[in-house]
């Protein structure tokens, strides 16, 4: 079970790389040490509930970007806006796909972020 894990994840990554036209230099920079809040969330008393929510925020953004993808491999198709601004302009356009969809609020937040990203960000 490990090792079709492990081959799934590397057929995802070789397929997903040409499709999501995204570079290693165009990611957001968050980096390891950054991500390692997952560590000091259990060991600070004091900020260890924000550290320990954003390590959950990152990595569920993580893994919640593979899960339509393998239903549906048709579903990779779409572009990122450059990456100066990427967060924000993406936070705009849910936004506004958001209350556009008001009838689509229950479905996964996954699921929303790619109709935003088809629907409200073209590909130039």
């Not at 506004?96 to 008001?102: F, I, L, P």
């Amino acid at each position: 079970m490990k090792n079709q894990i492990l081959l799934f994840g590397a057929v995802t990554i070789v397929a997903l790389a040409p499709i999501l036209h995204t570079r290693a230099a165009e990611l957001s920079g968050y980096t390891v040490r950054q991500l390692e809040l997952c560590i000091e969330g259990d060991s600070d008393v004091r900020w260890g509930a924000a550290s320990e929510g954003e390590c959950k925020q990152y990595i569920n953004g993580f893994t919640d970007t593979f899960l339509p993808l393998a239903e549906d491999p048709k579903a990779a198709y779409f572009c990122l806006p450059p990456p100066g601004n990427r967060p924000d302009e993406i936070r705009w356009a849910f936004m506004k796909w958001s209350t556009d969809n008001r009838d689509k609020r229950d479905v996964p937040a996954a699921e929303g972020l790619m109709a935003t990203v088809k629907e409200k960000i073209s590909c130039k």
